[in-house]
């Protein structure tokens, strides 16, 4: 499945580059199936470990299950809308990656044991049985982290631009909350409340909000109408707004009182000084086919006084090239979750220019990439804590 229109309309008109592209698809997807459940099996229950007949059947069967019915929970929940097996794809995936990880650095260490002289059956045994100690023990941790209610983390960020008035302007920051098969209101309700001890000036929800329309997920999303700054609450969309219902989101989030920056600006004002809050559509956001939608930070910066500093929510942080051109002077942005599963990181750095924290980019613009509030699919984060950001403001 594609998440491009034109890509659809692409493939319908060139019948033969549809079932070329398909059988590419299948083919890619069925190698990382393969290799993901395969690496994991032969680490595990074939090698060298010799385990009794009765164990390799059985560990054997296992994971050729696993592998048929992941696939088949990932598309039933995500494509049909069945939170019970999205719910449990999800968890599967979260587990044979994490499995997938350490029985690769399994071999290594296999490796390592050989060099020393460990002979199988024992070498391998002990491989397998590091392996699985490591998963469980980090699944369940990770579970625990994706969770539980986000840390707070305090960022200072110094403007050259920022007027006196405004030093020590708190902003918070939350992102990628994903509501979505796992019912977590009261997560909602207590992320709120931790939001609302800050006393922040302005309050930013840096897009991708939920997984599912706002009919499916207003439970869940309900305690952001209770959020509380005392400057402004303001909202931009992420990727997975596009996935179902954006202007869905859009109004809803104007409906529970929030500045809904869809390509537009509001002036925060104190003490005579004042601040651009900017805001444009996630970067997929022209290709997803809904009318009116698309990136557009000119439209957003219409109006707005050139002189006066720009802070500006773009869901994805590759957004910042634009940014950059436009002088912004801080773009704020989630997207990456920081990876969320260790080592995935790497694999985000490859498509976006920060995976995590502040950078700068040119000669005056600045990018905070949070790891996100939430968690997207597999309910774990490993090595990636989720996090709700303050960042203070300095005067340059």
């Known amino acids: 499945m594609t998440d491009n229109p034109a890509e659809v309309v692409e493939e319908a008109a060139h019948p033969s580059r549809r079932r070329g592209g398909r059988w590419r698809r299948t083919t890619v997807v069925t190698a990382v199936l393969v290799l993901l459940f395969g690496v994991p099996w032969w ?10 007949g009765p164990i390799v059947v059985a560990g054997s069967v296992l994971f050729a299950a696993a592998l048929v019915a992941m696939p088949v929970l990932l598309i039933s929940g995500h494509g049909r809308r069945s939170d019970r097996a999205a719910a449990l794809g999800d968890a599967l995936l979260g ?6 990880v350490w029985s690769v650095a399994g071999q290594l260490l296999g490796l390592g044991l050989l060099v020393g002289g460990l002979a199988d059956p024992v070498r391998s045994r002990m491989v397998a049985l590091a392996v699985v ?4 023990v980090l699944l369940g941790w990770g579970y625990f982290e994706a969770m539980r209610v986000p840390r707070v983390k305090h960022v200072e960020v110094r403007i050259s631009r920022l007027g006196r008035g405004l030093d020590g302007l708190r902003v918070a920051m939350i992102t990628d909350t ?6 977590r209101a009261r997560w909602s309700a207590a992320m709120v409340a931790r939001v609302n001890e800050l006393d922040a000036d302005v309050v930013c929800h840096v897009g991708d909000i939920a997984d599912g329309p706002v009919g499916v997920r207003r439970e869940q999303a309900a305690p952001l109408g209770a959020v509380r700054a005392t400057s402004a609450r303001v909202y931009v969309t992420g990727n997975h707004e596009y996935f179902s219902e954006a202007q869905g989101w859009l109004d809803y989030m104007e409906s529970i009182g929030w500045d809904v920056l869809h390509n537009r600006h509001i002036v925060v004002e ?3 000084d004042r601040l651009v809050v900017a805001g444009v559509d996630d970067a997929t956001a022209g290709a997803s086919g809904v009318r009116g939608h698309g990136e557009d930070l000119a439209t957003a910066l219409s109006g707005a006084d050139p002189g006066l500093p720009v802070l500006l929510l773009a869901h994805q942080p590759k957004q910042i090239s634009q940014a950059v051109a436009a002088g912004v002077d801080l ?10 599963i260790w080592p995935f990181n790497f694999l985000v750095r490859l498509d976006q220019p ?15 990439t949070s790891r996100g509030t939430g968690f997207w699919g597999p309910p774990f984060r490993v090595f990636a804590p989720s996090e709700i950001t303050v960042l203070t403001l300095r005067a340059g």
Do not use: E, M, N
């Not at 587990?95 to 997938?100: A, E, K, M, Q, T």
């Not at 773009?331 to 969320?340: E, F, L, R």
């Not at 920060?354 to 905070?368: A, E, K």
């Open 133 to 136: 100690a490591v998963s469980v």
């Open 354 to 368: 920060s995976v995590h924290g502040l950078s700068r980019h040119g000669d005056r613009t600045q990018l905070y």
């Open 43 to 52: 680490t595990l229950v074939v090698s060298g470990a010799a385990w009794p």
């Open 95 to 100: 587990v044979i990656w994490v499995l997938f």
């Open 270 to 272: 104190r003490a005579g």
């Open 178 to 183: 994903h509501y979505g098969p796992l019912k």
């Open 331 to 340: 773009q704020i942005s989630g997207h990456t979750h920081g990876g969320q």
